[in-house]
């Protein structure tokens, strides 16, 4: 029999359970799953788990326009870093990526610097030529809500044409649901201030509200923030919706001042609590970083002036498996929530490791727990909300078959690519 290109061998997580076994790959996808198997490279984890590379469905990489804060470079680094090896990227940079040539711009900066596959989302904005943008990104994402950057629309209404041509697409809308109406805008100190002026109702009427006016999309509802808005978001028909680590291990009584300053807002404990249990419920398709790095100067700034949003794409599958080493949640829950559940959302071969899927792998040692530092982490911005807080690294990252990373370090410049078709 031939030799595979590469074998990973391990503790892998096959069809829902862990097996001892060999994972065969060729052109950069899995081709065998067998007991032993030969290949040309062969990499033995014994004692260590396979896992599928998670896929992070909502980061913003800055690049192009604010790379001060972080670039597809340093921003891929930190996912694989993390296990993390696919990405999509948010809209709101410098130009916004509304347009097909800013949509394609991006492609070749991130085709050109990134060490993980990639999606780009593009913004809803009144006027925007959906059916030509439907065909390469990955998504549309709806601002709701001003946060960083200039996607906020005027209203529901002033897009309705545009939401309207994005349902027979069948591409996803994702939605940074907070009612920008209904915001206050009281002077703000402290993490408690910040969540008054964004409160429970607010993203609630948002969800409402993008319900109503979006009824031919399949809504994405991004960072779930409260758990009054649970009720609205679990077992909706079209509708699938995402948590982050920062609203479940978080909250407004957490020292971490303008480092937790994050839209949708941390909220008290009972929120993170009931976020918490409605992961164990299975209310969640999907757990997301919304990685979102300023720089440490910006977040110096007086409470009210610093910028919302916080790095989170390496420490994504780290914190989350110290959290299925605890026994709060199982590690078939968190495969489902960071690997199979994105990769079916948005229709891609990835997130299991079975015959035929992409052959992007991560070999973790559920043993060997590591302090999260933001000083060791690897995005630009070199600090993380999460100091000092438990995380389960991996030892060894896979990109199509090919290594990337081992025992922490880069092992190879492999380029991500873009996971939606791109014409010719
Ligand atoms: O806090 C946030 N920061 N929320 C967002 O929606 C955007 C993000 C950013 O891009 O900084
Ligand atoms: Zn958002
Ligand atoms: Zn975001």
Redesign the pocket.
């Known amino acids: 029999m031939k030799n595979m290109e590469v074998v990973v061998e391990g503790n892998c997580y096959v069809s829902g359970r862990l097996e001892r076994c060999c994972v065969g790959i060729d052109n950069g996808r899995i081709s065998k799953i067998a007991k032993v198997l030969d290949g040309d490279k062969v990499y033995q984890y014994d004692g260590k788990l396979v896992l599928p590379g998670a896929i992070d469905a909502h980061v913003?990489f800055r690049d192009p326009g604010l790379t001060a804060k972080e670039d597809f470079g340093t921003g891929s680094l930190s996912a694989a870093c993390g296990g993390v090896t696919c990405v999509f990227d948010?809209p709101?940079t410098k130009p916004p990526t509304t347009t097909l040539s800013a949509l394609r711009e991006k492609r070749r900066l991130a085709e050109s610097k990134s060490l993980v596959d990639f999606g780009l989302f593009a913004g809803v904005r009144p006027g925007m030529d959906v059916p030509s943008l439907a065909k390469e990104a990955v998504g549309f994402k709806l601002y709701m809500a001003s946060?960083?950057?200039e996607l906020l629309v005027p209203s529901l209404d002033a897009v309705k044409d545009e939401l309207a041509a994005i349902g027979p697409t069948g591409k996803v809308l994702a939605v940074?649901a907070e009612n920008e109406s209904m915001r206050k805008k009281d002077a703000e100190e402290s993490l408690e201030d910040h969540m008054k002026n964004r409160s429970a109702d607010c993203e609630s009427s948002a969800i409402r509200k993008v319900r109503g006016a979006a009824k031919n999309c399949r809504l994405h509802i991004c960072h779930l923030s409260s758990k009054a808005s649970l009720p609205l978001v679990t077992n909706v028909p079209n509708m699938t919706v995402e948590v982050t680590p920062h609203h479940l291990l978080l909250d407004t009584a957490s020292k971490i001042g303008t480092l937790g300053k994050?839209?949708p807002p941390l909220r008290r404990r009972e929120d993170r609590q009931g976020l918490f249990q409605a992961v164990k419920d299975g209310v969640f398709d999907n757990i997301a970083s919304?990685h979102?790095p300023?720089t440490v100067e910006e977040k110096e700034e007086d409470f009210d002036y610093a910028?919302?949003?916080m790095p989170g794409v390496e420490t994504l599958l780290p914190l989350m498996l110290h959290h299925v080493r605890e026994r709060h949640i199982d590690l078939g829950a968190a495969v489902r929530m960071m690997c199979e559940r994105p990769a079916e959302i948005f229709g891609l071969n990835k997130g299991k490791i079975e015959p035929g899927y992409d052959a992007d792998l991560v070999v973790v040692d559920m043993q060997a727990a590591g302090v999260i530092r933001g000083s060791a982490l690897h995005s630009k911005c070199g600090w993380t909300a999460f100091e000092g807080m438990l995380g389960i690294f991996p030892k060894a990252v896979f990109l199509g078959g090919a290594s990337v990373i081992e025992s922490g370090n880069q092992t190879g410049d492999h380029r991500g690519r873009d996971v939606v078709g791109q014409p010719a």
Do not use: K, S, Y
């Open positions: 913003h948010m709101n946060t960083t950057g940074h994050v839209n919304d979102a300023h910028p919302t949003g």
